[in-house]
T-cell receptor
Framework: RKEVEQDPGPFNVPEGATVAFNCTYS??????FFWYRQDCRKEPKLLMS???SGNEDGRFTAQLNRASQYISLLIRDSKLSDSATYLC???????????FGRGTSLIVHP | EPEVTQTPSHQVTQMGQEVILRCVPI?????FYWYRQILGQKVEFLVS????????KSEIFDDQFSVERPDGSNFTLKIRSTKLEDSAMYFC?????????????FGNGTRLTVT
């Protein structure tokens, strides 16, 4: 099983849609979780950290399920500018090194 | 907002040549990282650096690679004898500490092309 696994997509949705991405991780000792966004040929940029109780930032909601070892990202009211690759990032258990998933591609169309 | 800066933005080199990629992390950050991303693939960890020494490294970071913090601001990645498969985007990142309260801040990257 890969350390951090994501559905590569692409997810192709109309403006205004709600879309959800999941990510699973293999190491139950992992402690830190993030979602990053990466535009084509650009650097990853932090979207949000993911906390045990779940957290929200505007249209974005992140959830963590430790028992099932997955995290999710929900985007409400999608905008054209949300089109990007969304990277799930998990610190390796026993280490603070962030490990990246392959990313899920989102395309929001008019 | 402070940012991580990387130079050059694009480096073309011939196989077997040495390259040095440069990074200036955010000034009050203590942890420094190099990642790489081969075109179309995921972002892969290379090495982390703290307190003037390597704290962790991946299997990719073999004897051909080295890192250095030659002064108080620069953080460099050297590839001694480049191979075709070293062609990738190299990202430098820094963080103030580790854990959920301290995500990585990435530079714009250096695109390395080995011919």
């Amino acid at each position: 099983r890969k350390e951090v696994e994501q559905d590569p997509g692409p997810f192709n949705v109309p403006e205004g849609a709600t879309v959800a991405f999941n990510c699973t991780y293999s190491n139950s000792a992992s402690q830190s979780f993030f979602w990053y966004r990466q535009d084509c040929r650009k650097e990853p940029k932090l979207l949000m950290s993911v906390y045990s109780s779940g957290n929200e930032d505007g249209r974005f909601t992140a959830q963590l399920n430790r028992a099932s070892q997955y995290i999710s990202l929900l985007i409400r009211d999608s905008k054209l500018s949300d089109s990007a690759t969304y990277l799930c990032v998990v610190n390796k258990g026993g280490s603070y090194i962030p490990t990246f998933g392959r990313g899920t591609s989102l395309i929001v169309h008019p | 907002e402070p940012e991580v800066t990387q130079t050059p933005s694009h480096q073309v080199t011939q196989m077997g040549q040495e390259v040095i990629l440069r990074c200036v992390p955010i000034s009050n950050h203590l942890y420094f990282y190099w990642y790489r991303q081969i075109l179309g693939q995921k972002v892969e960890f290379l090495v982390s650096f703290y307190n003037n020494e390597i704290s962790e490294k991946s299997e990719i970071f073999d004897d051909q690679f080295s890192v250095e913090r030659p002064d108080g601001s620069n953080f460099t990645l050297k590839i001694r004898s480049t191979k075709l498969e070293d062609s990738a985007m190299y990202f430098c990142a820094s963080s103030i500490q580790t854990g959920n309260n301290s995500p990585l801040h990435f530079g714009n990257g250096t695109r390395l092309t080995v011919t």
